[in-house]
Each structure stands twice: as C-alpha cells, then as structure tokens.
C-alpha cells in the first residue's frame, strides 16, 4: 500500500469516527476502514452507547483475510461486554493493521499493539495522529485526567457583553449562530450552565431542528439547588437526561424533589460561592462522560477558565454594541497581572450569517 492510500484509508477511518462524536460515551468514537488490494472491504464508527466497537462491526461485514485494517485509537486488548478488539483482528487473518494512536486506558495502553504483534499481525502507528487526538480529545482527557474535556461557548456583542442592563439577551446573535449552536451540542456528551442561566432563560437545552435522534444530558451547576420546579428542564427529563451538580448546603427537601421529577444528582464541594468545578467535573468523568459544551453564564464560564479547565474556546460575535452597562459576557477572574490570563491560540475563523464565530484552544 503507498503512503498516499494509506492517509487517504486513514482519513476516512477519522471521519467515521467524527460521526459519533456525543453519541459513544463513555467509549471513544473510533473509525475502522478495512482495505484490500486497495478496495475498501467494510466501514464502520463504534456504535451509539459505545457498543459494538468499529472494528468487531467492521470485521463482521467482510472476509478480512489478508487485509489492512485502518483504525483511529489502538484495538482494545480487554474483553467486557464486547471481544477483545485485537484478538478479533487477529482471529480475522488481518495482515496489518495502521493506527493512528495508541490508548492511554491501563487495560490496553500498548497490549492491543502487542497481541497483534504477537500474532504475526504488521502494525504502524502515528499515521493521522494529531488528528486523532484531537477528535479522542475527551476519551483521552477522561483516561488520563479523570474528568471530561470542556468547549466555553460565548455569545456577545462586539463589545462583549451577554445582555442588557436589565438581562434581556434572546437573541443578540442570528438564527444561523444558534443553529450552529444546536450542531455543536450534537457533537457533545453534554450541554452545561449554570444556575443564574437556568433561572434567567428556562431552557431546554435539547437540540431542534436537526433531525437528532440522540439528546445530550443537560447538566446545570446550582450551589443551593434553588432552580425553578416546575421548568422546561424539569418537564422535558423523558427526552433528555438531567443531571444536576448541587452544593452540601442545598436543602434536602429541594434534592429530594428534583429526583422525584427525574433528575440524576452530584453532591459537590465549592468554593466561595460556587461549586468547585474540578471536583464536579471528575464527578461527571467518573459518570462516563467525555465531551462537555458549557454554554454559560458568565460566572460559570470565569469559574471554568480560571481552573484552567477549558480546552476550547467558541466565541460567536454580534455586530450591535450593549455599553458599559451590559452584563460582560465572562465574569471576575481575578486577575492582577496579565500574565496570569489564560491564554488561547486561534484555531479557526469564520462567518454565520450576520456573526463571526471564533475557534480558540488552549495553547
């Protein structure tokens, strides 16, 4: 196979396994292309909920004898509820197999890699990994550093603010910015706010118009679980998972009552008078998920970035300026130097209609 096929086969493998992104957790979306004598055999992305994974269902649809299989993280060398991804490669009478980067969990962490190699199997890898690692972002995050990745979505005016002096802020960016939105929260585990959001806009936070048949679980950081019930959150738990992370002071009567109506609930610790957003982000790491896309407010996203716990920044901007009075789009840091800023690179700029969407992530 020639270097130009296998990044073509390997670039595939990679958008397949872009298609689950929000829909495999708490596994990794990976893409397996299985190849001979350069004609594509069988394709697949691991399956939504995680199971079965890309290459099982990959090998399943073909006689693989002799062929090149194309996989985005390292096969598995555990066997749960589902083989052993290796060994099935190998069982197979795959005769190389390219991976774009191996996997950090203990249970496979170079195993995959060596079973095959054990069995007479060709292995390369790197081809396509930056790429890879970026896409396994939260799956990596979640292996390594126990908690999910976090994307800050910010929507202002030119001059950064949310809303108004007295908080009206629907819509200060177009209907094309909050499709984009909604496209973006399908490629997530999860959608976040925080409570002053919850109380202010009483979202659904579901995703419209886009034929998804798959919600993300909506998560809503509240130090004194003092949210709305009744709510469009609270009516809507049928359709789309609820988690909430609640302070020790929220009232015990208030818990109980929201796991009535169907909430799942995180007890956290805080700090000040917020919760502690590293702890309650291992507490949803240790639930399974990967991938968060936190849409505010203010205070939250402040609290995110000076954990230093944002890996991508989306900013849409608006072309309308709210003044000085306007509530700013992020809230106190409390910076006294500009060194100590978080500090994001560009990777990515483009128009939505009226606004412009800026990509940043963490340096």
Same mark, same amino acid.
Request: hydrophobic share 45%; net charge positive.
């Given at each position: ?64 004898? /002799? ?6 993280? /390292? ?11 290796? /060994? ?276």
């Amino acid at each position: 196979m020639t270097e130009v096929a296998d990044r073509r086969f390997m670039s595939l493998a990679l958008s397949l396994g872009r298609r689950g992104l929000g829909r495999t957790w708490p596994n990794p979306s990976v893409g397996c292309v299985i190849v001979r004598d350069g004609r594509i055999l069988a394709r697949a992305r691991t399956a939504d909920g995680g199971r079965p994974h890309a290459e099982v269902t990959a090998l399943a649809a073909c006689d693989a004898r /002799e062929a090149t299989a194309y996989v985005t993280l /390292e096969p598995c060398a555990h066997v749960g509820e589902t083989p052993s991804c290796a /060994e099935e490669l190998a069982r197979a009478g795959i005769a190389r197999v390219v991976i774009a980067t191996t996997d950090p969990d203990p249970r496979t962490a170079g195993q995959g890699i060596a079973r095959l190699k054990a069995a007479g199997v060709a292995v390369e890898t790197g081809l396509g990994g930056d790429e890879a690692r970026e896409d396994l972002a939260g799956f990596l995050t979640r292996v390594t550093a126990g908690r999910p990745t976090v994307t800050l979505k910010l929507a202002a005016s030119v001059d950064g603010r949310i809303a108004t002096a007295t908080g009206e802020s629907q819509w200060i960016t177009g209907p094309l910015a909050r499709r984009d939105v909604h496209a973006m929260r399908a490629r997530h585990d999860a959608v976040l706010v925080g409570a002053g959001t919850a109380r202010a806009d009483d979202p659904t936070l579901t995703i419209r118009d886009l034929g998804q048949d798959r919600q993300p679980v909506r998560i809503v950081f509240s130090r004194r679980l003092d949210l709305p019930l009744p709510s469009r959150l609270s009516q809507s738990v049928e359709a789309a998972p609820l988690w909430i992370c609640h302070g020790t002071e929220a009232p015990a009567a208030a818990v109980a009552r929201w796991a009535e109506a169907g909430a799942r609930l995180f007890r956290c610790p805080t700090e000040g008078r917020q919760i502690a957003p590293a702890a309650a982000l291992q507490a949803l790491g240790a639930a399974g998920l990967t991938r968060i896309f936190c849409e505010g407010g203010g205070s939250l996203g402040a609290s995110l970035l000076g954990a230093d716990l944002v890996e991508d920044l989306i900013c849409f901007t608006a072309g309308t300026a709210l003044g000085a009075e306007g509530l700013p789009m992020i809230g106190a840091l409390g910076l006294d130097a500009l060194a100590d800023a978080p500090r994001f690179r560009l990777a990515g700029v483009r128009p939505i209609g009226p606004d412009i969407r800026h990509h940043w992530r963490r340096r």
